[in-house]
């Protein structure tokens, strides 16, 4: 199970060497499964930016917004605050999406978009206030979401991620959004993604049983999983985490500088 944000890739600029790590475990016949807590874009988009890049195809792709997704009911009301993938996926569970996060709707969806101003001039119920990263996320996005979670919507999250890895640097994580939106009103919030159930039970649909390595920048949200399922942990240093934050509060079997690093120990996790 690899990671993409920090692993794979920072930004928009890939990791040296990534790609061609992902090619020998398939080469080897080892089962990959891509697992984000980004929800900013669905799985579908993320598997061809994969292929895109030169992965060959046989593998899946498991993101945030896909585990979040799983806690709506069919037929409720949902406020999305995140990306077009978020939307997407709460759409494609059979909920009514009112998206005030993507500038557009999402692709093939029943999401509805709408500008924040535009939903807080009418009377509106919400079963669901669901968030997911979003670099346009403001002030009147803020305002409508916690006024709807006081009104008695749950609040759902796809990731408490506080950072992620980025192009320019370390940027805030969805995290930081839901803390945003926990102060003002009033309420916790339930987590979807990484290192959660929700995600979790996704997973173990996928893989069954087998044992398996969970590969990731992050020992919250990726060390966590491993724990979660049982599985060994592969800790990368090209994410948020650098060897200066070592040791970590959750075990770590094997250390790399980078994917294609812990690629050629990967004797060593499997043995």
Same mark, same amino acid.
């Given at each position: 199970?690899?990671?993409? %944000?920090?692993?794979?890739? $920072?930004?928009?600029?890939?990791?040296?060497?990534? !790609?061609?790590?992902?090619?020998?475990?398939?080469? =080897?016949?080892?089962?990959?499964?891509?697992?984000?807590?980004?929800?900013?874009?669905?799985?579908?988009?993320?598997?061809?930016?994969?292929?895109?890049?030169?992965?060959? %195809?046989?593998?899946?792709?498991? @993101?945030?917004?896909?585990?979040?997704? !799983?806690? /709506?009911?069919?037929?409720?009301?949902?406020?999305?605050?995140?990306?077009?993938? #978020?939307?997407?996926?709460? +759409?494609?569970?059979? *909920?009514?999406?009112?998206?005030?996060? *993507?500038?557009?709707?999402?692709?093939?969806?029943?999401?509805?978009?709408?500008?924040?101003?535009?939903?807080?001039?009418?009377?509106?119920?919400?079963?669901?206030?669901?968030?997911?990263?979003?670099?346009?996320?403001?002030?009147?996005?803020?305002?409508?979401?916690? *006024?709807? /979670? $006081?009104?008695?919507?749950?609040?759902?999250?796809?990731?408490?991620?506080?950072?992620?890895?980025?192009?320019?640097?370390?940027?805030?994580? @969805?995290?930081? #959004?839901?803390?945003?939106?926990?102060?003002?009103?009033?309420?916790?919030?339930?987590?979807?993604?990484?290192?959660?159930?929700?995600?979790? +039970?996704?997973? $173990?649909?996928?893989?069954?049983?087998?044992?398996?390595?969970?590969?990731?920048?992050?020992?919250?949200? %990726?060390?966590?999983?491993?724990?979660?399922?049982?599985?060994?942990?592969? #800790?990368? =240093?090209?994410? /948020?985490?650098? !060897?200066?934050?070592?040791? =970590?509060?959750?075990?770590?079997?094997?250390? *790399?500088?980078?994917? +294609?690093?812990?690629?050629?120990?990967?004797?060593?996790?499997?043995?």
């Amino acid at each position: 199970m690899l990671d993409l %944000d920090g692993v794979m890739w $920072r930004g928009a600029d890939p990791i040296d060497g990534s !790609t061609e790590a992902v090619g020998e475990l398939l080469r =080897l016949g080892d089962q990959v499964v891509f697992c984000t807590n980004n929800s900013s874009e669905s799985g579908s988009t993320r598997r061809m930016k994969l292929l895109d890049r030169g992965i060959p %195809d046989g593998f899946d792709v498991v @993101t945030s917004a896909d585990a979040v997704a !799983t806690l /709506v009911e069919s037929g409720s009301r949902v406020l999305s605050v995140g990306g077009a993938g #978020l939307a997407e996926a709460l +759409a494609a569970r059979g *909920a009514e999406v009112i998206d005030i996060g *993507a500038s557009n709707p999402a692709p093939q969806s029943a999401a509805e978009v709408l500008d924040p101003a535009e939903v807080l001039e009418v009377d509106r119920g919400f079963d669901d206030v669901v968030v997911g990263l979003n670099p346009r996320f403001d002030y009147q996005m803020l305002d409508l979401a916690a *006024a709807a /979670v $006081r009104g008695g919507a749950r609040l759902l999250v796809s990731n408490t991620d506080t950072t992620y890895p980025g192009s320019g640097g370390i940027h805030p994580g @969805t995290g930081s #959004l839901v803390a945003a939106v926990e102060a003002a009103s009033g309420r916790p919030s339930t987590p979807g993604g990484k290192p959660n159930e929700p995600m979790a +039970a996704l997973l $173990r649909d996928i893989v069954g049983a087998a044992p398996g390595i969970v590969v990731g920048d992050n020992g919250d949200t %990726d060390g966590r999983l491993a724990e979660k399922l049982g599985f060994r942990f592969g #800790l990368v =240093l090209t994410g /948020v985490t650098q !060897t200066s934050d070592l040791p =970590l509060a959750v075990p770590v079997d094997v250390v *790399a500088d980078d994917l +294609a690093s812990l690629v050629a120990r990967r004797s060593e996790l499997i043995s």
